[in-house]
């Protein structure tokens, strides 16, 4: 697979990107197929860190047409999402928009969610659309960028859990203020990263998640490319962060801190170093149980873990809430997917848990409404 160098960084825009350190062959989708294992296809993940900027990033990028050849069913499952999307839905009513165009809208679900405070025409841009059903939003299937036309008429741009997934968000900002008129309001939502990497979390660095993308420099972004922040909102501690924004034409640049290249840095490989003891930890776990072990999680949570050398060969079986992935193989493994259900009646069941800020909900569905013995090793 020839991938795309990345010989800027996607902030500063500068040719001074350092190696920082390279995971050994990853799989390239974070989702479940029903195709043979040899058709999996596997990248070297090769972080670099800007001198300009301090930021980590991937230097070699996975073609996009590989990377969303299908949805992964990222966002749509579980409570915690949906009440993520009722509180950005809120956010996003507070500045009144009369018409909404959104970037990677996927499902459609945030709209539906909108439409329950009020119903505004609402188009959403999306390479790979799944609407919902009897979701009334005007999708359009493509990519947001420098060659995308539109005649619709929009005072509002929202986008959730996007500008973290772009291969180059300098351009993508510069490409909102062209398509964007003064007095237009940006108001988007994305994970907050700087505190999943804090926290160890395994999705907050991967193929899609190209650039360790912290407050600093949404701020620059967005002041660089003539926007101003309105008002900034946290959802949760450790999930994600809203911002509003508005088309400013006295909008001033600012400056990025020399500060965080060593602080990115440090963060970086104090989570390498956390989970090569973590999986030391956890093998000589498995191997010390008689009973069964599963691994939670048919997404990135479970692929990094076995990246970084878990040892699959007593795990039973992969668990996962999505009824979706349930009976398809998690892509890069030959693990089989199965829904936490089958875990009823298994005596001294062992569940490995790695799923960030969303184990507290697996852990409570588990042992409140299926087996209150497992024990899970986090």
Not at 147 to 170: M, R
Not at 205 to 217: A, G, I, K, S
Not at 295 to 311: K, T, Y
Not at 351 to 367: F, R, T
Request: hydrophobic content about 35%; glycine content about 6%.
């Amino acid at each position: 697979m020839k991938t795309v160098k990345r010989k800027a960084c996607s902030i500063s825009g500068q040719e001074d990107l350092d190696n920082l350190y390279v995971f050994k062959s990853v799989p390239v989708f974070m989702g479940c197929v029903d195709s043979p294992v040899q058709d999996d296809l596997f990248q070297d993940m090769s972080w670099s860190i800007s001198n300009s900027s301090g930021a980590i990033q991937l230097d070699s990028l996975v073609p996009l047409e590989i990377l969303y050849k299908e949805s992964h069913g990222s966002g749509d499952i579980g409570s915690l999402w949906e009440n993520h999307h009722k509180c950005f839905a809120d956010f996003i009513f507070n500045f009144n928009p009369s018409s909404v165009f959104e970037i990677g809208g996927g499902h459609g679900r945030l709209s539906d969610i909108y439409k329950e405070l009020q119903e505004i025409p609402w188009t959403i841009v999306e390479p790979n659309p799944t609407p919902q059903e009897n979701n009334t939003a005007n999708f359009i299937e493509g990519f947001f960028d420098s060659e995308f036309t539109d005649d619709g008429k929009y005072d509002t741009y929202v986008h959730s859990h996007v500008f973290e997934h772009l291969y180059n968000q300098d351009e993508f900002m510069r490409d909102l203020s062209n398509f964007t008129k003064p007095g237009d309001k940006l108001i988007f939502t994305l994970p907050n990263m700087e505190e999943m990497l804090k926290r160890k979390y395994t999705n907050c660095l991967n193929f899609e998640h190209t650039v360790f993308l912290t407050e600093p420099y949404i701020e620059y972004l967005l002041a660089k490319h003539g926007f101003r922040l309105i008002e900034k909102e946290y959802f949760m501690e450790d999930h994600s962060i809203f911002y509003a924004s508005i088309r400013d034409l006295d909008q001033k640049p600012i400056n990025i801190s020399s500060e965080l290249y060593n602080q990115n840095k440090e963060a970086f490989f104090s989570y390498v170093q956390f989970h090569k003891k973590l999986i030391l930890d956890l093998n000589s776990k498995i191997r010390q149980f008689n009973g069964p072990v599963y691994l939670f999680g048919a997404h990135v949570f479970a692929q990094v873990l076995i990246q970084m050398g878990l040892d699959v060969s007593n795990i039973d079986c992969i668990l996962d809430n999505d009824p979706n992935k349930q009976g398809k193989r998690l892509y890069g493994t030959s693990l089989m997917v199965n829904s936490p259900k089958i875990l009823e009646g298994v005596n001294d069941a062992k569940v490995i848990l790695k799923a960030g800020i969303y184990n507290a909900e697996i852990k409570k569905d588990i042992l409140h409404n299926i087996n209150a013995s497992t024990v899970f090793l986090e």
